[in-house]
């Protein structure tokens, strides 16, 4: 998470000082501003539960240059008493139970609109860091057993991930309407999550304006 938060603020900064850069040259910011929100569909696998969905919500800004976009978002898929395991010759049968509920996702990828117009499809690719959240370890004996076993859960409950996004926009002045489909590349072996997960959202997004003009209505 702490790579993914400078990587994010240091790109966010290059955007920002050349966008500055060219607002004192008097020349019109390149860049615009999205922020926006959705929902849909996280659906993932673990060695205890065989591959399903949650429901998901989550929130987005987008930075826009002509046809190039950076996109940070982070999102959250609702659980419940969901079950996964590891591997730990110390419990029963050589395997340990866990339980958690939600599932949050911190993403940023470099996109590419590759047509202009109220339609436009996109494709992006970038990385990020997912990780369980309330992750219990059961079956466990002594508050020693407790304890390693929490330390544990909580290392294998969280991994980076790789991750390929495709979907469609459709713009109306500073309203975009969009659809979008997430593949991230799964955990190293040994994780409470197995294999890649796949996110299907909606939502809307805002223009916020401009570095130069401010507000504005205009796409991009």
């Known amino acids: 998470m ?26 019109r910011s390149p860049f615009s501003w999205y922020i926006g929100g959705n929902g849909g569909v996280l659906i993932f696998e673990t060695p205890r539960q065989k591959r399903g969905g949650m429901p998901t919500a989550g929130a987005n800004m987008m930075i826009t240059a002509k046809r190039t976009a950076l996109m940070i978002s982070v999102e959250e898929g609702i659980g419940s008493n969901e079950q996964s395991s590891y591997v730990d010759a110390t419990a029963p049968g050589g395997s340990r139970n866990v339980t958690f509920n939600d599932i949050r996702k911190y993403s ?8 202009r117009g109220h339609a436009q499809p996109f494709i992006g690719v970038g990385f990020g860091l997912m990780h369980l959240h309330n992750p219990q370890p ?31 926009q459709l713009q109306v002045s500073g309203v975009a309407v969009y659809g979008m489909y997430q593949f991230t590349t799964g955990p190293d072996k040994g994780k409470l ?28």
């Open 2 to 27: 702490k790579l993914l938060t400078r990587l994010t603020t240091a790109a966010a900064l290059i955007m920002f000082c050349a966008s500055s850069r060219l607002n004192a040259q008097g020349g």
């Open 108 to 115: 940023m990828e470099l996109m590419a609109f590759p047509l």
């Open 138 to 168: 059961l079956n466990t004996l002594t508050p020693a057993e407790r304890a390693r076993a929490d330390s544990i859960v909580t290392a294998l409950g969280s991994n980076g991930f790789g991750t390929f996004v495709a979907g469609l």
């Open 193 to 220: 999550l197995i294999g890649p997960t796949h996110t299907l959202t909606a939502g809307l997004r805002f223009s916020i304006g401009s570095a130069k003009e401010g507000i504005t209505g205009g796409g991009y």
